[in-house]
Antibody, heavy 121, light 111 residues
């Protein structure tokens, strides 16, 4: 059974750095063509892809947020960490991590439950 | 970069068929595969279509996906609508650098 769970602060202040951890089970990020990504969703708004890291440490970032994001993995701990600098109230929303693997195409086939992050002073 | 444009909302009656479009703003919709995700209220998204028209195991065959190069768009069609299909639906594809792009989402109401 594949599970993913996001963890991190529920409240951050403007200008602070957000660090979120995705802890997963049921698969290994050292497996060929495996990846874990982060997606966020402001309240009542659409999904927005943020970043993704692949089994070979290839990293992809949303162009609009690239300067603020860093994604890393710890294969031994089955964790992926996302850091986002200089947080702003517009960054408030639910942050999801999700697994991707190749089956003719990459797609997010398993998602975490999401974690709500509020940016406020 | 490009955008994927979806209608804000659609509605239809139970047992009917509804189609949700996803229009690629530039380049060809056929260049990279399109996925569709369903998000019920208060829940995380789940995949209903990947690789343009493939269904993950467990997704009923009432869900189908297609690509239309003439309109440069992808479509998600749900037949035999059920009240449980009421959800937000998002299309997703990739840009030339294999970066992920989501559409703006469509709210499906089953009246």
């Amino acid at each position: 059974q594949i599970t993913l769970k996001e963890s991190g602060p529920t409240l951050v202040k403007p200008t602070q750095t957000l660090t979120l951890t995705c802890t997963f089970s049921g698969f290994s990020l050292s497996t060929n063509k495996m990846g874990v990504g982060w997606i966020r969703q402001p309240p009542g708004k659409a999904l927005e892809w943020l970043a993704l890291i692949f089994w070979d440490d290839d990293k992809r970032y949303s162009p609009s947020l690239k300067s603020r994001l860093t994604i890393t993995k710890d294969t031994s701990k089955n964790q992926v960490v996302l850091t986002m600098t200089n947080m702003d109230p517009v960054d408030t929303g639910t942050y999801y991590c999700a697994r991707t693997t190749y089956s003719g195409s990459f797609f997010f086939d398993s998602w975490g439950q999401g974690t709500l992050v509020t940016v406020s002073s | 970069n490009f955008m994927l444009t979806q209608p804000h909302s659609v509605s239809e009656s139970p047992e009917k068929t509804v189609t949700i479009s996803c229009t690629h703003s530039s380049g060809s919709i056929a260049t990279n595969y399109v996925q569709w995700y369903q998000q019920r209220p208060g829940s995380a998204p789940t995949t209903v279509i990947y690789q343009d028209n493939q269904r993950p195991s467990g997704v009923p065959d009432r869900f189908s996906g297609s690509i239309d190069s003439s309109s440069n768009s992808a479509s998600l069609t749900i037949s035999g609508l059920k009240t449980e299909d009421e959800a937000d639906y998002y299309c997703q594809s990739f840009d030339v650098n294999h970066l992920w792009v989501f559409g703006g989402g469509t709210k499906l109401t089953v009246l």
